[in-house]
Nanobody, 127 residues
C-alpha cells in the first residue's frame, strides 16, 4: 500500500504560480511511476502530467505544456507540480496518483492505469 497526501493548493490570480507537493509513504517511492490529474468543477477528471519512477521521462497534457513542470525527489518521497502562468481554466481539484512495479519507461496519462490516489488539493485561479 502507498499513501499519498497532496498539499500546496490555494487561491491565486491569473498569471501567478503555485507548487503542489505529494508526499508518499508506505512503500519504496522510487519504484512507482507517478502522475497528476485534475477535476475541474462540473467536468470529468483529466490528465495533467506523468513521470517515470526514475524521473527521466515525463509527459504533459497539451493544455499545460510549457507552463507546468512535474518532478520528483525520491530521497524525500515527494512528487511536485510547478504551475506557472496559471489560467482560470486551471481551476480544479488536483490529485496525485501512483503505480508500482513498472518499467522505467512507463508513465501513462490514463487515470485507470494508476492504483493509488491522494485526497486532492483545491487550486482556484481568479481572473
Amino acid at each position: 500500500q502507498v499513501q499519498l497526501v497532496e498539499s500546496g493548493g490555494g487561491l491565486v490570480q491569473a498569471g501567478g504560480s503555485l507548487r503542489l507537493s505529494c508526499a508518499a509513504s508506505g512503500r519504496t517511492f522510487s519504484n512507482y511511476a507517478m502522475a497528476w490529474f485534475r477535476r475541474p468543477p462540473g467536468k470529468e477528471r483529466e490528465s495533467v502530467a506523468a513521470i517515470t519512477w526514475s524521473g527521466g521521462g515525463t509527459a504533459y497534457a497539451d493544455s499545460v505544456k510549457g507552463r507546468f513542470t512535474i518532478s520528483r525527489d525520491n530521497a524525500k518521497n515527494t512528487l511536485y507540480l510547478q504551475m506557472n502562468s496559471l489560467k482560470p481554466e486551471d481551476t480544479a481539484v488536483y490529485y496525485c496518483a501512483a503505480k508500482g512495479s513498472v518499467p522505467d519507461y512507463w508513465a501513462p496519462m490514463r487515470w485507470y492505469d494508476y492504483d493509488y490516489w491522494g485526497q486532492g488539493t483545491q487550486v482556484t485561479v481568479s481572473s
